[in-house]
């Protein structure tokens, strides 16, 4: 937000982070340092009226889930491996056709395969993430339609039955030929 300075208290970032394995030191230590993380961004940048990241890690129901979806202009689904995937997928199916937002998805999720039409980044290059958000939102009506619609199309077509039975498939191949989710309609 530094280099657009016409965002900032315009745009803040959600967090939804749900304790998993909060018995690992692992997950203690990395939710300690988020909390840490966020709290020096909002007292560097925040104000009494606006904070540039709400965090937090309480879990919510599939139907608040869908209402946060279906309200945000973007979505960063970045993990640095394989992963995260439903969320990506939930997000495209929560949007509105009407005024959908944009998906911003790590190179590295598995998702990134059918979803090809989200803005596609790699999460270590900070500066192309922070192009894809400044693309994100100055894009046009029309385009994040064309892209929405392109996406609907995918999950449409690539459904549980879909996964299903390309899953059961792949167990059935030898190791050797085992790449179903590159035999995914597009």
């Known amino acids: 937000m530094a280099e657009v300075p016409e965002r900032r208290e315009n745009v803040t970032f959600l967090q939804i982070a749900p304790l998993t394995r909060s018995d690992v030191n692992a ?3 990395l939710q300690d340092e988020l909390a840490s993380l966020t709290g020096r961004i909002n007292g560097r940048f925040g104000n009494a009226s606006w904070q540039p990241i709400r965090y937090t890690n309480e879990s919510y129901p599939s139907p608040v889930l869908s209402g946060f979806y279906g ?3 973007v979505c960063y689904i970045t993990p640095l491996r394989d ?3 439903l969320v990506c997928k939930e997000f495209v199916a929560c949007q509105p056709e009407s005024d959908p937002g944009v998906l911003v998805l790590s190179q590295f999720a598995g998702a990134a395969v059918e979803l090809d039409t989200a803005l596609i980044v790699n999460p270590y290059d900070t500066e192309e993430v922070s192009k894809a958000l400044e693309r994100a939102l100055s894009m046009s009506l029309e385009e994040r339609q064309d892209r929405w619609r392109a996406m609907m199309k995918v ?3 690539n459904d549980v039955t879909a996964w299903f039975d390309g899953f059961v498939s792949a167990l ?3 190791p050797r030929k085992r790449h179903w989710y590159q035999r995914l309609k597009h």
């Open 83 to 85: 992963g995260m995937n």
């Open 27 to 29: 997950y203690k230590n």
């Open 155 to 157: 999950l449409r077509v």
């Open 172 to 174: 059935q191949t030898p």
């Open 71 to 73: 309200s945000c202009e």
